[in-house]
T-cell receptor
Framework: GQNIDQPTEMTATEGAIVQINCTYQ??????LFWYQQHAGEAPTFLSY????GLEEKGRFSSFLSRSKGYSYLLLKELQMKDSASYLC?????????????FGAGTRLAVHP | DADVTQTPRNRITKTGKRIMLECSQT?????MYWYRQDPGLGLRLIYY???????NKGEISDGYSVSRQAQAKFSLSLESAIPNQTALYFC????????????FGAGTRLSVL
């Protein structure tokens, strides 16, 4: 079956660094996405990994290890506006179609 | 203007009523999707469409139907709404030539009483 695990909630301090982990078990793996979702708003695309390693994009970085079924999102120099849910999503090939399977999300609270 | 527009943004309806949620996009993407989001659960796929003549069921399609009226328009219908269809509904689009990164509309909050 398909399974994605990420912590339900995390807290961090403004200016700090936080790492949000995601583990997955899926067949037909074809990429991993991270989305940010502020309360009551649409998810917005943050990053995409298809090969092992680190992808850096400004204050945000995402890492993937396909052999371990593991990814993390690293947020540096945290700002209050980074308080949001972070969704890990695995793209898996199934029935000729690349299906996107979402985790339940990690709610991050950034405190002053 | 938003690239992916959903209407209405909020809707309250009664059990047994038929309701339609609409989605339109100006991104020129070929693929469109409907998801629902419930507290504590991930986004779950209801239906998806790769082009106007292609409609496919997602993991939770029972009780829902869709129509792809044009490349830019994809509507979701609840034929006879029930309370457990109360949720936040999102439409998304993607371009098969751009890693299928999905872009979401602002969502429709639906309450079925």
């Amino acid at each position: 079956g398909q399974n994605i695990d990420q912590p339900t909630e995390m807290t961090a301090t403004e200016g700090a660094i936080v790492q949000i982990n995601c583990t997955y078990q899926t067949s037909g793996f074809n990429g991993l996405f991270w989305y940010q979702q502020h309360a009551g708003e649409a998810p917005t695309f943050l990053s995409y990994n298809v090969l092992d390693g680190l992808e850096e994009k400004g204050r945000f970085s995402s890492f993937l290890s396909r052999s371990k079924g593991y990814s993390y999102l690293l947020l540096k120099e945290l700002q209050m506006k980074d308080s949001a849910s972070y969704l890990c999503a695995v793209r898996a090939l199934s029935g000729g179609y690349n299906k996107l399977i979402f985790g339940a999300g990690t709610r991050l609270a950034v405190h002053p | 203007d938003a690239d992916v527009t959903q209407t209405p943004r909020n809707r309250i309806t009664k059990t047994g009523k038929r309701i339609m949620l609409e989605c339109s996009q100006t991104k020129g993407h070929d693929r469109m999707y409907w998801y629902r989001q419930d507290p504590g659960l991930g986004l779950r796929l209801i239906y998806y469409s790769f082009d106007v003549k292609d409609i496919n069921k997602g993991e939770i399609s029972d009780g829902y139907s869709v129509s792809r009226q044009a490349q830019a328009k994809f509507s979701l219908s609840l034929e006879s709404a029930i309370p457990n269809q109360t949720a936040l509904y999102f439409c998304a689009t993607s371009d098969s030539r751009e890693w299928d990164i999905q872009y979401f509309g602002a969502g429709t909050r639906l309450s079925v009483l």
